[in-house]
């Protein structure tokens, strides 16, 4: 893995090393890979000793709630003094899987002025600056998970990596890549793998957890927004799923019941875009997975205010669910001419 400024990774140790109050952040509406970096490394630090809080901006979805350590998270939207008074403590901060402060949401505000020491491990491209005065960001890794384990094996901390802290790091890459089904054509990634099933974890019980672990309303969920909800644009080859809130509450809704539901579109032969678009309170979330050489980050990027991985974005809109709908058939038009996509 191509860590460019090597220096960076000897500020992490520097500031590990020097530092007993740590806080992890991981983004909004934390993922596999959010949450599996952050108590990957919240489990590594404590097993040296380290006073470690995981601070979540919001909560996580259900069927992460396997993870070592994944009961003392703290919400921050539920315990905002709390978590204030513990960053205002704290001698270290360290960003995973996120590289603007945007995508903390309101929690973002607590660091514009902030002075401790913050550390940033993402590898999403295009990072904001002042996300972390210490940034350790490579586009390239499958994962944050991924990129952290090499950020602490380089660190000379590998020995303090638990099983417990390998198995959150191994549900971070699975998560990322799909089960290994996209973004993970780099050897590197396959002998982190290893490595981890050389720490003893259990890679089919942890896919079971988090795959074959669903709730009946999400299994109904699922059936509604394929067989109702999803529909295909043949002439640009892309397909689609909207769920208002109302189909939300109707299926008793709980985050992190859509994850995935963006790639089944994606799985439709001669489709090469899938969009999952859900209906929020004030905005509408929008997901997106492309495969070949459609960019979803550059598509999500100039429509909808978003971006990501080449093959993996989000976005948002402000308009109501079937004028963004209406909004993403037309200018899917407008980028395929433009860019030569049939």
């Not at 380089?154 to 089904?181: F, Q, V, W």
């Not at 678009?277 to 997975?289: A, G, L, M, P």
């Not at 429509?303 to 899917?332: C, I, M, P, Q």
Request: one cysteine or more; charged letters at 25%.
């Amino acid at each position: 893995m191509n860590i460019q400024d090597k220096s960076q990774i000897e500020s992490f140790t520097t500031n590990i090393n020097n530092s007993q109050k740590v806080i992890i952040v991981p983004h909004n509406n934390p993922d596999g890979d959010a949450l599996g970096s952050s108590l990957g490394l919240c489990n590594t630090l404590k097993n040296m000793g380290k006073d470690v809080t995981v601070i979540s901006p919001n909560e996580f979805p259900d069927f992460l709630n396997w993870m070592h350590g994944v009961e003392d998270v703290l919400i921050y939207d539920k315990n905002i003094k709390k978590a204030k008074q513990l960053i205002n403590d704290s001698e270290l901060v360290v960003f995973v899987d996120f590289n603007a402060l945007s995508r903390i949401k309101l929690m973002g505000q607590v660091f514009e002025n902030d002075t401790t020491p913050r550390i940033m491990i993402d590898h999403h491209p295009y990072p904001e600056e002042n996300t972390a005065p210490i940034q350790i960001s490579v586009p390239e890794a499958s994962s944050t998970c991924e990129l952290l384990f090499h950020v602490l094996s380089e660190a000379g901390l590998k020995p303090y990596i638990t099983k417990e802290a390998a198995e959150c790091i191994y549900a971070g890459i699975m998560t990322d890549t799909g089960s290994l089904n996209y973004n993970s054509s780099r050897p590197e990634t396959y002998l982190i793998v290893a490595e981890l099933l050389r720490m003893g974890i259990d890679k089919e019980h942890i896919h079971h957890m988090i795959f074959h672990n669903n709730s009946f309303d999400r299994m109904r969920l699922l059936g509604h927004a394929l067989g109702e909800k999803m529909e295909r644009i043949p002439d640009q080859n892309a397909a689609f799923i909207a769920l208002s809130q109302e189909e939300l509450k109707r299926f008793n809704f709980k985050p992190g019941d859509t994850e995935g539901f963006v790639n089944q579109a994606l799985w439709i032969e001669g489709v090469n875009l899938s969009a999952m678009f859900t209906e929020k309170k004030d905005i509408v979330k929008i997901s997106f997975r492309s495969r070949g050489g459609f960019p979803a980050n550059k598509f999500s990027e100039t429509y909808f205010n978003g971006g990501g991985h080449f093959n993996a974005a989000g976005g948002e809109s402000k308009l109501k669910l079937d004028e963004t709908v209406k909004r993403f058939k037309e200018v899917l038009i407008e980028f395929c001419d433009a860019n030569g996509f049939e």
